[in-house]
């Protein structure tokens, strides 16, 4: 960790304000912190969640490069490496937390890549589940959007909306005006519990279009915000797997070991391939990259559900049930994975491998013999 902060500074600044936090509001509720068993309230989150939005400007955008020493690659950092390794950490606290806190920041990156360079101050939100009927006529939004987390704290939202030509729209709301109704009723999650996930109805609320129609969708960094929800994933995975790591060394064991060695390799590759998607887009920040960014999504919810049932067999009912901390992050991060779409982004992976494999034959010559391999498509050859 302290190689990781050398290199990321600014996590090192979020990592002091938020342990510091923790410390004080442990203290003052009695917790015991001397061993780790720490418990995050509504309080705490609010606190917690306040300096994190303090730091939004100072947090990289997708896509923004690397920063350090250019020559020597070894002292640089991907700067969508340093945004998702923020992520990460949030989520290792508490996906609550996170969760809010990733919605905000990629709000901003949308306004940034859209040409809105100056985003009004305060908590932001992307609501973007469909399903629920929303009209938009002369500059006011009328009807319902569902599953929208952190409803009743946030300031400004992102909304978006299908207009009467099936186009997908994006408008900017302010939640601080009349006509906005908020309903958390529906809303009957364990997991992800605190996140104030609420239906929120909306009578002649004025609103503003954001961009151009389907531009939301179609720009580059919509998948690269969509790992930015991975990397929240993955800091919860290797959060609770760091619990195992802690009971080896306490009371070493073949069994602990050989659960530590499964997981420990299933996290390690998918570490690695974080760091590459990072270096891709920052490298290449005008492509979507969204074949390696879905597969690196189904990867990490695999990594993220192997870790849940293995560290629980490997240390029992336990940390479930006497650990806060360890108890809400694995209800938490059950729920939270399943913001993933299971069958259909593995059809999507599969069909945007067979376009890429189709890509690479054609760039042969009929010819080629020597190729008949990548002829039939073997994109997966070292």
Same mark, same amino acid.
């Given at each position: ?25 442990n ?18 989150r *609010?606190?917690?969640? =306040? ?15 690397t ?5 020597? =690659?070894?002292r ?28 905000h ?14 985003? %009004?101050?305060?908590?932001?939100a ?44 994006l ?5 601080? $005006?009349?006509?906005i ?11 992800? $519990?605190?996140?104030? %996930? ?30 930015g929800?991975?990397? &929240? ?5 290797? &959060?609770?797997a760091?619990?195992?790591?802690s ?8 069994? =602990? ?7 420990? %390799? ?28 879905? $597969? ?26 006497n ?16 913001q993933? *779409? ?33 002829? $039939? ?6």
């Open positions: 960790m302290l190689a990781l902060e050398a290199k990321n500074p600014l996590l090192s600044d979020i990592k002091s304000a938020i342990e510091n936090i923790i410390f004080t509001g203290q003052a509720n009695g917790s015991m912190v001397s061993t780790n068993i720490i418990s995050i309230t509504d309080k705490l *609010h606190e917690i969640l =306040k300096i994190l939005v303090s730091y939004s400007d100072k947090i990289p955008h997708p896509a923004s490069g920063e350090g020493n250019k020559e020597n =690659k070894s640089t950092n991907s700067r969508t490496l340093i945004r998702w390794q923020i992520l990460a950490y949030v989520a290792s606290v508490d996906l609550t937390i996170a969760k809010w806190f990733e919605s920041l990629d709000a901003l990156s949308i306004l940034h890549e859209l040409g809105y360079e100056q985003a %009004t101050q305060g908590l932001w992307v609501w973007a589940a469909e399903g629920h009927p929303l009209s938009y006529q002369q500059g006011k939004i009328s009807g319902s959007k569902a599953w929208c987390s952190g409803a009743n704290i946030v300031d400004h939202g992102l909304m978006t909306y299908r207009d009467k030509d099936g186009q997908a729209q408008l900017m709301v302010d939640m601080h $005006q009349n006509g109704k908020i309903d958390n009723s529906a809303w009957q999650a364990v997991g992800m $519990q605190a996140t104030d %996930t609420a239906t929120i109805h909306l009578d002649q609320v004025v609103a503003s279009n954001v961009g151009s129609a389907n531009a939301y969708l179609e720009r580059v960094g919509f998948w690269h915000g969509a790992a929800v991975a990397a &929240c994933w993955y800091g919860a995975a290797a &959060c609770l760091s619990y195992l790591i009971a080896y060394q306490q009371k070493p064991s073949d069994y =602990k070991a050989m659960y530590l060695g499964q997981i420990g %390799t299933a996290l390690a590759v998918t570490q690695q391939y974080f760091h590459h998607i990072a270096e891709l887009i920052d490298n290449e920040p005008t492509q979507s990259h969204e074949l390696a960014i879905r $597969q690196l999504r189904s990867n990490v919810e695999q990594v993220a559900r192997e870790v849940i049932e293995v560290v629980g067999q490997a240390l029992g009912a336990a940390p479930f049930c650990n806060p901390h360890f108890a809400r992050l694995s209800a938490d991060l059950s729920v939270f994975i399943r993933s *779409h299971g069958a259909f982004d593995l059809q999507k992976i599969g069909e945007l491998s067979s376009m890429l494999a189709s890509e690479s034959a054609s760039t042969l010559t009929n010819n080629d013999t020597s190729n008949f391999i990548n002829r $039939q498509g073997n994109i997966w050859q070292l």
